[in-house]
């Protein structure tokens, strides 16, 4: 075991003064972070539908026979609260809070309000029972924590801040190594510009410790701001590199659900849905062929970066 670093010192005790344990998941599952204390239990994001039995599992081993009063989304990515249902169901006194702005589309379960079809992923239906009001503080474990808009990756996103010990929940606002993908972008929605407000907001927030929403905890933030900033300013110079990098991450998100997949289920897959065909040069929407060849373009960078494999007709995650 590698000796432990003052850096990672600081952010255990700090994740154990606040009461607050991260079930580090990956890239299919956003981190579940478990609050607990004097006040009520909660539980921040839930992971991606296919792995719910796992999300059940962590959380039940963290909690054993204790309960579990509150599940909060950052946003409603599906990565973020795809195990919703399942934890409904196993804690029925369960109250779900999420972010204001797509809650008619929760209650009517609009799948395309929701982006689940234009993104081609799943989630398990589930309710809520109240909002997370941006400039609010919610009492989570011992401690009240501030509730701040963070739009960019998602126009409805929420982060959640603990000042007297400088803790930020930042889910896809900021990870270590950038920020995640700026979906309004992709609907032809200016949205960089909100990406760097939410950073600036990050800034002043001044946090020592943030817990993103997919890696690990990480302490060393000013670094981490500049890695986000300069790579937005890469994707604001040149908006097509973003809409490909895009691209390709829906393709590994997918790829982390199937494992493997056909070369003919996976171009069919594209073909059907909204953000590849958005983005298709107009004559891939006619041509099979062409728009075949344009996502082998995309298959093929990603083989060039050991994100996937390519053999024969089997396209497969590594």
């Known amino acids: 075991m590698p000796p432990t670093t003052s850096a990672s010192h600081d952010a255990t005790a700090v994740l154990a003064r606040t009461g607050v344990t991260c079930l580090e998941r990956g890239w299919l599952s956003a981190n579940n972070i478990l609050i607990r204390g004097e006040g009520p239990t909660a539980l921040v994001d839930s992971g991606y539908g296919t792995h719910e039995e796992q999300t059940i599992s962590l959380v039940a081993s963290s909690l054993g026979s204790d309960p579990l009063d509150l599940l909060l989304n950052t946003h409603l990515h599906s990565d973020h609260c795809g195990g919703n249902s399942a934890l409904q169901q196993a804690y029925p006194a369960l ?48 401690w009240a924590w501030d509730i701040h808009a963070a739009k960019g990756h998602d126009p409805h996103s929420i982060v959640l801040f603990q000042p007297q ?33 939410t950073l600036c907001l990050i800034e002043e927030l001044a946090p020592t410790t943030v817990i993103p929403g997919h890696g690990s905890v990480f302490v060393d933030v000013d670094a981490a701001l500049a890695r986000a900033r300069s790579r937005l300013e890469q994707f604001i110079a040149n908006p097509n590199k973003h809409r490909r990098h895009a691209l390709k991450v829906l393709i590994k998100f997918k790829l982390l659900e199937w494992q493997s997949v056909s070369m003919d289920t ?3 897959w594209a073909r059907s849905t909204w953000y590849f065909t958005n983005a298709m040069p107009s004559e891939c929407i006619t041509d099979v062929v062409q728009s075949r060849e344009w996502l082998l373009s995309l298959l093929s960078e990603l083989e060039r970066s050991q994100a996937l494999s390519i053999d024969g007709d089997l396209v497969a995650n590594r």
């Open 95 to 142: 109250r779900t809070l999420i972010p204001p702005g797509q809650s008619e589309a929760v209650a009517a379960w609009d799948t395309e309000a929701l982006t689940y079809e234009a993104t081609g992923q799943l989630c398990p239906r589930f309710v809520f029972q109240a909002l997370l009001a941006p400039g609010s503080t919610i009492r989570l474990g011992s």
């Open 266 to 268: 996976l171009h069919a």
């Open 165 to 197: 010990h400088r803790l930020l929940i930042s889910a896809d606002a900021l990870w270590e190594n950038g920020f995640g993908v700026v979906f309004p972008e992709l609907e032809g929605i200016a949205a960089f510009d909100e990406v760097a407000d």
